[in-house]
């Protein structure tokens, strides 16, 4: 049976995938498709409608803010940023993390050792006075915090990699590469790392929610996404200083965050366990 016929059933026989899967799908298309859902724009302010609550009468079906603008609207931008941020800066992390990681399993030895001990020095780098430095130096942008969270996301998917090279490398397909004369760089980019996607894809699930995780506490201090433009965790902040007299500011955009964490923390988990039924729990 072919491989890929083969995991395509698995996700299919497995209910949490499929369900996290679909719902991820549909939040992402709504959130691209949110001009054509909402007839307000993200920004556009209504002074006569602030702090609305949400109602199907008056066209806000979330409600709006303090400044009149539509939470449906801002909601919908927010999940977007939210999504492309985080994705982004996942692959970011996985391009460095699997590369990094490859060379250093293979190669092995003392490059192995100074290599791990620049992650291990990393990982000892507080991440807030990073992003901090960040800001003063270069200002805020949507660039910076890209470059923040890859710049800590890949140190796991290195390790990662490693591990699973130096029990890839191993194997008899790199020995009989290493005999007929193939170079390094050609048995870690054509033997080695095809062998990693597997762990990669599920590494990669996992990895998406923390990014999200960053991204919202980074926007929840004022450190993130910048108006006019909005984020989940920036509307979370908002929300929290109105949280008395309009609750639909913080719980809407709150509920929204918890969702797309808990899908994708399902949807790792699944894809784990298709992948390795024995470790299963």
């Known amino acids: ?39 307000h ?5 209504d002074f006569e409608n602030r702090l609305l609550p949400p109602t199907l009468t008056a066209g806000h079906l979330f409600g709006t803010d303090e400044l009149g ?14 999504l492309l941020v985080a994705v982004i800066a996942s692959f970011v992390s996985l391009g460095i993390g699997v590369l990094y990681g490859a060379i ?8 192995d050792g100074f290599m791990m001990r620049i992650v291990d020095g990393l990982y000892a780098l507080p991440f807030i006075f990073f992003v901090i430095l960040l800001m003063v130096a270069f200002g805020r942008s949507l660039f910076l915090i ?21 029990s890839i490398k191993q194997r008899g397909f790199v ?6 004369g193939v170079s390094t760089s050609g048995i870690v980019f054509r033997h080695i790392t095809p062998n990693l996607l597997g762990v990669v894809v599920v590494y990669m699930t996992l990895a998406i929610p923390q990014a999200i995780l960053m991204e919202s506490f980074l926007s929840f201090l004022g450190l993130g996404i910048q108006e006019p433009q909005t984020s ?50």
């Open 1 to 39: 049976m072919n491989p890929s016929v083969s995991i395509v059933r698995k996700i299919r026989s497995s209910r949490a995938v499929t369900i996290c899967g679909a719902t991820l799908l549909v939040i992402a298309l709504l959130s691209l498709l949110g001009p054509a859902i909402s007839s």
């Open 175 to 180: 020995d009989a590469a290493r005999l007929i």
């Open 41 to 45: 724009d993200y920004f556009a302010t």
């Open 69 to 82: 603008r539509d939470l449906l609207a801002r909601t919908l931008f927010g999940i977007r940023i939210t």
């Open 104 to 111: 250093a399993g293979y190669v092995g030895g003392r490059v």
């Open 232 to 281: 989940l965790g920036a509307l979370v902040n908002a929300g929290v200083s109105r949280m008395e007299p309009a609750s639909w500011l913080l719980v809407i955009p709150a509920t929204a965050l918890a969702v797309i964490l808990l899908c994708f923390n399902f949807l790792g988990d699944g894809l784990r366990d298709l992948a390795d039924p024995k470790g299963k729990t």
């Open 146 to 166: 890209l470059v923040a969270i890859g710049a800590v996301n890949w140190l796991d998917m290195a390790r990662i990699v490693r591990g699973q090279t130096i």
